[in-house]
């Protein structure tokens, strides 16, 4: 029995079997990138789009309650707005019939102050709190978001229907369409030579 063959033929089936399973990879991981784009999309379509109202908060949920502002509780941050204006966007703690306390981001203007809103009805997309924790309360100067939360984080924000800078937000979860699409082609190009190779090994095997 020839071993040195036998050795041979088992190195080349291994090296053609890592090929394959290398290759299928790098294909799966291609797809997996082009339904990255389709998720993103779905996501920024729920963030733009119209929906019914929601009667539990979650990420992009739209809200609809009536609420009546807690006093002292309205102030601004700095915020830009596209393309490169300098403003700040003004907040409120609004007190609801079905969500508690509700932290709503109401308009957006040049200056640090702005006059207290007087809502009958609270109605935006529920975003998360994250996006707004780093950001540094300018007016009034004292406050912090733990002090005007109590110490009881959220874990989201409403951005009213009526506020004019929503395309910030928008900025976040806009899909990223070049990235994905680049990061696909070099994933199935891999994946297609890697194949390429397993098939060229598999020739060598038999001959």
């Known amino acids: 029995m020839n071993f040195r063959l036998i050795n041979h033929i088992f190195c080349l089936t291994f090296i053609t079997i890592a090929l ?8 799966h ?3 997996w990138q082009l339904n990255k784009i389709q998720e993103e999309q779905t996501i920024f379509n729920k ?4 929906s019914a109202p929601e009667t539990s908060i979650s990420d992009f ?4 309650t009536s609420g009546k502002l807690v006093e002292n509780t309205h102030g601004s941050f700095y ?3 596209q393309p490169h204006q300098i403003g700040y966007a003004h907040f409120a703690l609004f007190k609801t019939a079905n969500f508690n306390d509700l932290l709503v981001l109401y308009d957006w203007s040049p200056t640090p102050t702005s006059q207290k809103p007087i809502p009958i009805t609270v109605e935006g ?3 998360p709190f994250q996006l ?3 950001q540094k309360i300018i007016v009034p100067e004292t406050q912090t978001w733990e002090n005007l939360l109590q110490n009881r ?5 409403i951005v009213s229907t009526h506020y004019p800078n929503l395309s910030h937000f928008q900025l976040f979860y806009q899909p990223k369409l070049a990235t994905h699409y680049n990061y696909a082609f070099q994933f199935f190009l891999i994946g297609i030579t890697l194949n390429i190779l397993a098939g060229y090994v598999f020739y060598r095997k038999t001959q």
Request: hydrophobic content about 60%; overall charge positive.
């Open 125 to 127: 997309k529920a975003l």
């Open 29 to 31: 991981l291609g797809f």
């Open 20 to 27: 394959m399973l290398s290759g299928a990879l790098m294909i």
């Open 61 to 64: 949920a739209f809200i609809r």
């Open 47 to 50: 963030l733009s789009g119209l």
């Open 153 to 157: 984080m959220p874990t989201h924000f």
């Open 132 to 134: 707004l924790y780093k």
């Open 79 to 81: 915020q830009i707005k």
